[in-house]
C-alpha cells in the first residue's frame, strides 16, 4: 500500500514537472514539423510546392503569415497559406516565425 501511495506521488509529481517545463509557450519547431515541413521541406528550402522560407527574417516571416491570414499578401499560390494562416494564432505565428529564422 505504501508502495502504491509513493509510486502515485512520484508519477503525479513527473507530471506536474513536465506540465510546467512545457508551459503554455507554443513549440515553433514541432508546430513546423507538423504543419509547414510538408510543403517547405524540413530545413525550409523547397520550392517545388512552395516558395522558400529559409532565408528569412522573424520579422518577414511573422508580417507575411499576417498578410496571409489577411488576406493582404501572397502571389499566385495564395490561397493555400491564407487557408493554413487561418488557423494560427498570434502566438503560433511567432514561434514559428523564430524557428523559421533558425533555418
Ligand atoms: C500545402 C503546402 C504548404 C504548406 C503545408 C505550407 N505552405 Fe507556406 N507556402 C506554400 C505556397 C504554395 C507558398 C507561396 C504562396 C504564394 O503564392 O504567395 C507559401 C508561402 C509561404 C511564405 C511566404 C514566403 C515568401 O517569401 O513570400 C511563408 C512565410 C510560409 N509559406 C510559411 C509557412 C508556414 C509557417 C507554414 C506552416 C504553418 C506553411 N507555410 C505551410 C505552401 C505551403
Do not use: Q, R, W
Not at 517545463?21 to 517547405?40: R, T
Amino acid at each position: 500500500m505504501k508502495t502504491n501511495l509513493l509510486l502515485a506521488l512520484t508519477l503525479s509529481f513527473a507530471l506536474c514537472a513536465t506540465a510546467l517545463a512545457a508551459g503554455p509557450a507554443v513549440d515553433g519547431a514541432a508546430l513546423y514539423k507538423a504543419k509547414c515541413a510538408s510543403c517547405h521541406g524540413a530545413d525550409g528550402s523547397k520550392t517545388i510546392l512552395s516558395k522558400p522560407v529559409k532565408g528569412l527574417s522573424a520579422a518577414d516571416t511573422a508580417k507575411k503569415m499576417e498578410g496571409y491570414k489577411a488576406k493582404t499578401y501572397g502571389g499566385t499560390k495564395k490561397a493555400t497559406m491564407e487557408n493554413l494562416s487561418s488557423n494560427l494564432s498570434e502566438a503560433d505565428i511567432k514561434a514559428l516565425a523564430a524557428f523559421i529564422a533558425k533555418l
